[in-house]
């Protein structure tokens, strides 16, 4: 079991940055590819990044790459997601995921442990 709370969710104008922690329980969490996901109302759940076990390896959703980091600390239990020139489109509840799947894996069905989310509104 692992169980995931996200905070750093705010108000931010266009242009700005936010960084969203995503902090968890469980002595696996080392074990999981972990993914930031967003969804807007009336809109689906989509992918914004994901980050495989150790670090190595990140992707990226097209909107976002070149303006968002995923980043991980396993002696922490928490991985993090940089957000910077934030665009009005990127207003979304952000949710953090936690799965065995591939690092490319966008599916948020294949994620098994999900947080509350955190929302991100970003003002023009």
């Known amino acids: 079991q692992v169980q995931l709370i996200e905070s750093g969710g705010g108000l931010v104008q266009a242009g700005g940055s936010l960084r969203l922690s995503c902090a968890a329980s469980?002595?696996?969490?080392?074990?999981?590819?972990m993914g930031w996901f967003r969804q807007a109302p009336g809109k689906e759940r989509d992918i914004v990044a994901a980050?495989?076990?150790?670090?190595?390896?990140?992707y990226y959703a097209g909107s976002v790459k070149g303006r968002f980091t995923i980043s991980r600390d396993n002696t922490k239990n928490t991985v993090y997601l940089q957000m910077s020139s934030l665009k009005p489109e990127d207003t979304a509840s952000y949710y953090c995921?936690?799965?065995?799947?591939?690092?490319?894996?966008?599916?948020?069905?294949?994620?098994?442990?999900w947080g509350q989310g955190t929302q991100v509104t970003v003002s023009s």
């Open positions: 995921a936690a799965g065995s799947v591939p690092v490319t894996r966008t599916d948020p069905r294949t994620y098994d442990y």
């Open positions: 469980g002595r696996t969490f080392s074990s999981y590819t």
């Open positions: 980050i495989n076990w150790n670090g190595l390896y990140t």
